[in-house]
């Protein structure tokens, strides 16, 4: 129903447990079904997180009208999600970050190829090549949460302070909420980079954690330098601060929504911990030591949305500091007569017109460390330095 009501009427109720809400007409609802929209996949997609935006950095509500600067796709060219996520007896392809299950993968490349560009003789050569090495998003999509501010932090360990009150960012956004501790929230960012092969590494339910490290991920991509299938790939990390089992080490899973008026344990209605972290492992069927510790945890989410148009793609002197000065292309090129080496290498985002439209991105304005060659194991800018295989002859 929920993907299939063309009405906009059906409705569940947050605490019945996936049931359809009492006040609905299911049979108007049912007379009314029909294919699904953005609006239906966002219907859940859009509010991950218990919120408008929160848990993708790059799923919103944004997404039912956006602008075409904020997703190219939905925006300019109207996609459907389903579209991308085309689907066979109802198995939905798309991978995600969190849950192991796959029912199928989507891909630029299903649309696109793997060599894409050619609209350019001067330019697609290297854009094509670098695809190899790069994934589309990072280069098409170098902000997100463009449209609407998504949750970057929410400490746990800070909750329960009826009494703190919250106060609003820049972005309207709350700092504070005592049912879910210090939160923080961000807009247009800047996402993380990481080496990605289409796997995950994840932590499930009573595994054992290291809890002494000083940061546990939840979920983090597999891939190196080294790895031809992995890719540079950009990411939002939900960073935060979580509860584990000090004797038991492994993460807790609390009581959090009351079943009912009597309810004694539930988080958010008694706040009080340790009765939820009783109540919440008796359920998951786990043993509670009765010690638990607050440990800090990272969550990568993979930006695969939010597509910007194509001459908003990162230029090549965003990341290639050696391209920036007077020597660009003819580094290694001749000069040719009627081409712009300096225009070409220059050619892409421009955040100063995007700060001046009242984006909040000032600080990325002339740099050209978009992605940081040595966290990702490169010796310094691939042109001086040499790629992950292969190495032009300039560093002499
Ligand atoms: C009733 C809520 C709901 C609706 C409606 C819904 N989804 Fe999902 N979807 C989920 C949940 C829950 C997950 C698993 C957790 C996650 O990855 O966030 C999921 C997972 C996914 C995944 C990740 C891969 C996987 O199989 O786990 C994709 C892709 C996806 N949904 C696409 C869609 C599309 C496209 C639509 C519309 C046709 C849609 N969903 C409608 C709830 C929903
Ligand atoms: C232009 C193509 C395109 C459109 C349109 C699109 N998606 Fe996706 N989506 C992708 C790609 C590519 C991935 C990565 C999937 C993979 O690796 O298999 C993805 C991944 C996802 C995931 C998993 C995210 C994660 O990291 O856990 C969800 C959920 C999802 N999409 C939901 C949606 C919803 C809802 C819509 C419509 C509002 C939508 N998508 C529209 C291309 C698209
Ligand atoms: C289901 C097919 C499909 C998928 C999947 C898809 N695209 Fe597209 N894309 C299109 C179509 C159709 C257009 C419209 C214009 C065209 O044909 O180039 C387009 C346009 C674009 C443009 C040019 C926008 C402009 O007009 O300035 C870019 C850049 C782009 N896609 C990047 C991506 C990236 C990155 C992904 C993966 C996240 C992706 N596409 C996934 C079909 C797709
Ligand atoms: C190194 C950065 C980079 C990577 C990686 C990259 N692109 Fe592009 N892409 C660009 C730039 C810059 C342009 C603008 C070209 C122009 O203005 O002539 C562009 C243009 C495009 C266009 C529209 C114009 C054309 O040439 O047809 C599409 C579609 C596109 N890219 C899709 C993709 C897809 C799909 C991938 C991944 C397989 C990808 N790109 C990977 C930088 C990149
Ligand atoms: C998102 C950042 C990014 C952008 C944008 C980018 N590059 Fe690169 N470039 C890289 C990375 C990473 C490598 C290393 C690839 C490898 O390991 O093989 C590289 C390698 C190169 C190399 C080859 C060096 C070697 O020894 O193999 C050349 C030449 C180059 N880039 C030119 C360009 C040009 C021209 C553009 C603009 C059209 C551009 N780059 C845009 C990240 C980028
Ligand atoms: C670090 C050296 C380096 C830089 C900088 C560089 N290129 Fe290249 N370029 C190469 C190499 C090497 C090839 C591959 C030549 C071959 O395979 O024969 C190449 C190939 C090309 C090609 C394909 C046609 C040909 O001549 O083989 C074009 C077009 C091109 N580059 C344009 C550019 C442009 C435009 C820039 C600047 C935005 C640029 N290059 C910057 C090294 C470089």
Redesign the pocket.
Known sequence: MVCHDTTGKYKKVLTSAGMSAKDINLKTIAENVGHTSRASCGACHFYGGEGDGIKHGDISSALLNPDRSCDIHMGEYDFTCVECHKSENHKIYGRSSSVPVTEGVVS??DC?S?T?????ET??YH?NE??KT???N???TPLYAKCKPTKIWGDWSKAGDKKRKPKKDKYEQPDYNPKKGELKWEKSVKPSYAWFNGYMNRIFIGDKVNINREIINITSPVGSVKDPNSKITPFKIMKGVQAVDAENKYFLIPHLCAKDKNDTTAYWKNFDWDKSFTEGMKTAGLDYSGQYKWVETWMYWRIAHEVMP??S???CVD?HQSLKNEKTCNKCHKNQEGIDFKKIAN??IDFEYMEAAGRDVGELKDKTDYINFKSLGYEGDPIIYGGRFKKLPLKE
């Open positions: 630029c490349s696109h793997d894409p560009h050619n609209l350019s330019f697609d854009l670098h695809c790069i994934d589309c990072t280069c098409h194509a001459d793609a990162l230029s990341c050619k892409g």
